[in-house]
């Protein structure tokens, strides 16, 4: 009988093989168009090795994980039972935040749902993540640097399909956080001898003046932020639009999905959006990305980098797969990390995949109007449910309306649940257009406040618009 310590070391020595060997490392794209050939393989290759890794990462789980290794034997299935994508989505039900949640309480202050320990952390530890969810405990994640070179390569290749060269220059204004986006960008931006200009620790106008003076093509932000400084130029005097910004790369909110967002954002800054998307969980590097295409058709999308994950989209309530091209929630299956490769996790935005060929050559799949609202986001007011995204395309869809606006959810005295939308509009009369194309998106009635322009507090990093003072229970 092989002692356990040698099985876990025996079964991670055969995942760092088969990661290894699909490892570049590259500061230089391939050509002109691809950072790198995985980009451009054909959908049958991008399945064989998904299903290679698969083989590989199920026993490593078993072997390292409590989490993974307590649900293999609840459910009665034997780590070799999973050894494909197929085998993958027949046998293993969907891994929720809330199963994690519950090890994490269970197990504090990491959990067991991880593959680095503290072993691995001491050996080759790189950095501490955390989960941004708005509710519950924060479920943490460390990385390591063996997790870090396949980042760089997974975000290089993003940065360069969104359209990113040599002779940029990048700003990220984030903090200091345990954010897997900026973090995962700035070690990027190193890896393609990109240089950056670091724009944390300084306020709005210490920001505008340092795109005036040095001149960035590239800022880093949340597109929340970015609305924010837009808007701080102009009342400083400044054009956003007539600045040095080329490119916006964007993570951490829903945003290139949200009609009439985007072009906005656009055209305040004469500058293109880009969008990162992922998750700290199971897709902590650019699992959702922007190509040179992704404006072009009837509705935008982003690509998932499927040679390194598995994606898929399940039903909301039996969270089983929907067919390729219905709405559905996103799940991605990690296959790309030594220290938190999730198999099946809900991630939870909704989406619609597609597998059409696109016109930049990569194969992978779309994520077709790329992802509007994460279903923890979801607002059930009387039953009738909406996301907050919705709104916002609601206010955005009048001409004037200001970039802030703000729901309010509360319970009347009577028992019933209202909602209050506030906007910012210089004519008061804006608030009927604005309650006729709620009506007509969300199909649901609401009071809506005008106030005047500028008043509402601006968002500096991700946007709280939503407060709700429902009376639970
Ligand atoms: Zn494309």
């Known amino acids: ?33 691809y950072w790198s050939p995985m980009d451009t393989w054909s959908r049958d290759r991008i ?13 490593f789980l078993y072997e390292n994980s ?87 390569q997974a975000n ?16 990220p204004m984030v903090g200091f956080g345990p954010h897997v ?8 931006l190193a890896k393609m001898n990109l240089p950056v200009i670091p724009g944390g620790g300084m306020d709005a106008k210490a920001r505008a003046h340092h795109i005036e003076r040095f001149k960035p093509t590239t800022l880093v932000c949340t597109p929340s932020y970015a609305f924010y400084l837009g808007g701080v130029m102009k009342e400083m005097g400044l054009d956003p639009a007539a600045s040095s910004v080329k490119w916006m790369v964007t993570g951490g909110e829903p945003f290139s999905g949200v009609e009439g967002t985007i072009e906005k954002l656009q055209d305040l800054w004469g500058a293109k959006a880009v969008e990162f998307y992922g998750c700290t969980e199971a897709s902590p590097h650019c699992g959702g990305y922007s190509c040179p295409e992704y404006q072009a058709g009837d509705e935008n999308f982003v ?56 016109a930049c050559g990569r194969n992978h799949l779309k994520g077709m109007g790329c992802m509007t609202g994460r279903s923890d986001d979801l607002i059930n007011l009387r039953g009738i449910k909406f996301f907050p995204v919705q709104i916002e395309e609601a206010v955005r869809a009048v001409k004037g309306t200001g970039d802030e606006f703000q729901i309010r959810l509360k319970t009347l005295d009577d028992g019933l649940d209202v909602m209050t939308v506030l906007i910012e509009h210089a004519d008061a009369a804006a608030g009927e257009a604005v309650t006729r194309e709620i009506r007509s998106r969300c199909e649901i009635r609401c009071a809506v406040e005008v106030v005047a322009p500028n008043s509402l507090p601006k968002s500096e990093m991700k946007a709280k618009r939503v407060y709700d003072e429902r009376n639970k229970g």
Request: aromatic share 12%; glycine share 6%.
């Open 1 to 33: 009988m092989t002692h356990p310590i040698n099985r876990a070391e025996e079964t991670r020595r055969w995942w760092h093989e088969v990661l290894e060997t699909y490892l570049e490392d590259r500061s230089e794209p391939l050509n002109d168009r």
């Open 156 to 171: 290089a290749r993003a940065l360069y399909s969104g359209g990113l060269r040599k002779g940029d220059i990048a700003f």
């Open 181 to 188: 986006f900026a973090w995962g960008v700035q070690y990027t």
């Open 66 to 152: 409590g989490f993974y290794r307590r649900r293999f034997d609840r459910l009665g299935i034997a780590p070799t039972d999973l050894h494909s994508v197929d085998s993958l989505l027949a046998n293993w039900p969907v891994v929720t935040k809330q199963e994690m949640m519950e090890d994490a309480i269970a197990n504090p202050p990491f959990g067991t749902y991880t593959t680095c320990g503290d072993a691995e952390w001491a050996d080759r530890g790189w950095m501490h993540f955390s989960s941004s969810g708005s509710t519950g405990v924060p479920r943490v994640f460390r990385y390591t640097h063996f997790d870090r070179r396949f980042w760089e």
């Open 303 to 358: 690509h998932l980098m499927e040679d390194i994950q598995v994606w898929e989209t399940v039903d909301p309530d039996s969270l089983t797969p929907v067919p390729m091209g219905e709405r559905g929630l996103t799940v991605c299956t990690n296959l790309n990390s030594e220290s938190s490769p999730q198999l099946r996790f809900l991630v939870g935005d909704y989406t619609r995949l597609s597998d059409a060929p696109c």
């Open 47 to 59: 399945r064989a090795v998904q299903d290679e890794k698969i083989a590989a990462v199920a026993p």
